[in-house]
């Protein structure tokens, strides 16, 4: 009876603060933590002497403290902002709060803080009046016991090991919280003057800017392999509407497109800051089209600081949809739309519109809405052949949800350029365009029994580049276009060559909308290629 007691105790206080963390921070989450914390409640029933049974009490209870704390703050930001704690969105607003702001938002939002600080002072309450039952309970001599002990700790000790689990242990979260606040701080000492610097030398290479009203949409997406494009000739129906887009003269898909990096912040380096050129090396595409005169649109669905830092900071007007970092995020793109449409009517004679997606950033099964079906058969010919080359059920899995978040953006793409022709057509006095491009892609199990960012497969670089204008003057290579292949370090040429912003240094031979365009293979393709032939 005592052994049925002690595990009754043990599942109410597992139940208990699975459910509290399941609602704020999700379930996997939530499990992580516990992960942690678990393993204190079930040493309780450990048949150590009296004195270490009691210290190994108040030890738990302030291990239990400060994971209801930290789950209390997650629940708040929650229920409050949909926001995660290790958000931009959060560590900024921290980090950029002064002492007597700080008090007049605690009056403000007293409701809900003291709500959810009732709340996880009752589950400590109730996991310690739990801890006290466990230490008054005889100790357990059972070797399932042992064994079912002996393999939680294990698990935590692995969690330790990884550093992605470790940080959803609440003394190491709270901590770097603290830390990535007071880094952010001195960050934005700095990156002021540093953008400020940069202006000051764009500024200095620009010759002349060419007279007359632009608008430039430019989208980016995320994690989006051509190769699962319909667009690009994938069996799978992904792109119906791109597709249909595509017999429109004016829309130009690129032969080929690359990226040349396989992660976020460093494709966006790439992107814009003119990497592969000594003379300016590292400057920063978006301070030229500020020191030409050009308004810029920053309108994001990802949480990133760094690129919040080094990039949008140059904008005039930023709206961030987003307010959870990393892959649990499940804001959809759509919301980029009513945003979009705002930005275009806002008057001014020259605009870039940036529009960042969070696209297919992993995890794929985030990226669509969970009612959405797919328009092809569970067993078509794209199945077929992964399972001939012995592909596992999780990469088949995973490539479902890919392929169904890509029909997902496949819409969203399509009423963002739509947007952009509308406004065409109702502003002819301006020249306007519509870019598109992924930062950088992932592996699809097309070459790899796994899914994901990779930057040892052809799959994490092959991404899409779409074009389209209405204007032939502001793409005079179109024959070329057509054939040639795009690298996304050289954005920043096609860029400026679109926007009219003459500068010192050569920009046409790495212009995709000229004549003069010169195709060269980044290297990183050139390499995998070579291996693979190898």
């Known amino acids: 009876m005592k ?7 043990v599942f109410i206080w597992f139940m208990l603060s699975f459910l509290f963390g399941w609602y704020a921070v999700g379930a996997i989450k939530s499990l992580q933590v516990l992960l942690f914390s678990f393993p204190f409640a079930l040493i309780l029933l450990f048949p150590f002497s009296s004195n270490v049974r009691k210290t190994l009490f108040c030890l738990s209870l302030v291990i239990f403290g400060l994971s209801d704390f930290y789950l209390g703050i997650q629940a708040y930001l929650r229920d409050a902002y949909e926001a995660s704690l290790n958000s931009g969105f959060v560590l900024e607003s921290v980090a950029n709060t002064s002492f007597s702001e700080s008090k007049e938002y605690l009056m403000a939002m007293a409701p809900q803080i003291v709500l959810w600080s009732a709340v996880a002072f009752f589950i400590f309450l109730a996991q310690t009046y739990l801890a006290i039952s466990l230490v008054k309970e005889a100790p357990l001599h059972s070797k399932y016991f042992y064994w079912f002990a002996g393999l939680i700790i294990c698990l935590s000790l692995f969690g330790w090991y990884q550093r992605a689990w470790r940080a959803h242990f609440p003394p190491v979260s709270l901590l770097t919280f603290y830390q990535s606040c007071e880094e952010k701080k001195s960050y934005w000492k700095n990156i002021k003057a540093e953008n400020n610097t940069a202006l000051d030398r764009a ?17 980016v ?3 989006m392999n051509r190769e699962n494009m319909s667009l690009y000739g994938y069996d799978r129906d992904t792109t ?46 978006f301070a030229f089209f500020k020191a030409a005169g050009y308004k810029i649109y920053w309108i994001s669905n990802q949480d990133d600081v760094a690129i919040k830092a080094e990039f949008q900071d140059f904008s005039n ?62 067993q078509d010919a794209i199945r077929t052949r992964l399972e001939e080359k012995g592909r596992s059920i999780r990469t088949l899995e995973m490539l479902e949800h890919y392929d169904r978040a890509m029909l997902y953006q496949d819409g969203v793409l399509f009423d963002t350029l739509k947007l ?12 306007t365009s519509w870019i598109f491009l992924s930062d950088h892609s992932v592996e699809t199990g097309q070459r790899k029994d796994r899914t994901g960012h990779s930057n040892n497969s052809l799959g994490g670089y092959t991404i899409p580049f779409l074009f389209w204008t209405p204007y032939s003057d502001l793409s005079e290579g179109e024959e070329v276009q057509e054939g040639s292949s795009f690298r996304s370090d050289w954005l920043s040429y096609t860029l400026l060559d679109l926007a009219g ?11 995709w909308l000229s004549k003069q365009y010169k195709w060269k293979e980044p290297k990183v393709v050139t390499d995998l290629k070579q291996k693979i032939e190898g």
């Open 3 to 9: 052994k049925n007691k002690a595990a009754v105790l």
């Open 240 to 285: 119906p509407r791109l597709k249909e887009a595509d017999k429109d003269s004016e829309l130009h898909v690129s032969k080929e497109a690359f990226s040349t990096q396989s992660s976020t912040v460093a494709a966006f380096n790439d992107m814009f800051e003119f990497p592969d050129s000594s003379s300016i090396s590292k400057s920063k595409l």
């Open 420 to 431: 952009t022709q509308n406004f065409d057509k109702n502003h002819p006095d301006v020249k």
């Open 317 to 378: 007007t930023a709206v961030n949809l987003n307010r959870v970092a990393g892959r649990s995020s499940t804001s959809m793109d759509e919301k980029v739309l009513p945003e979009l449409a705002k930005a275009l009517q806002t008057p001014g004679d020259k605009k870039l519109i940036v529009v960042h997606l969070i696209g297919i950033h992993p995890h794929f099964s985030f990226r669509y809405p969970s009612e959405m079906s797919s328009l092809w058969n569970d």
């Open 203 to 219: 500024a200095k290479h620009i010759l002349s800017v060419e007279p007359g009203p632009r608008t430039i949409v430019l989208v």
């Open 501 to 511: 912003i003459h500068c010192n240094f050569p920009i046409f031979e790495k212009s």
């Open 221 to 223: 997406g995320e994690s």
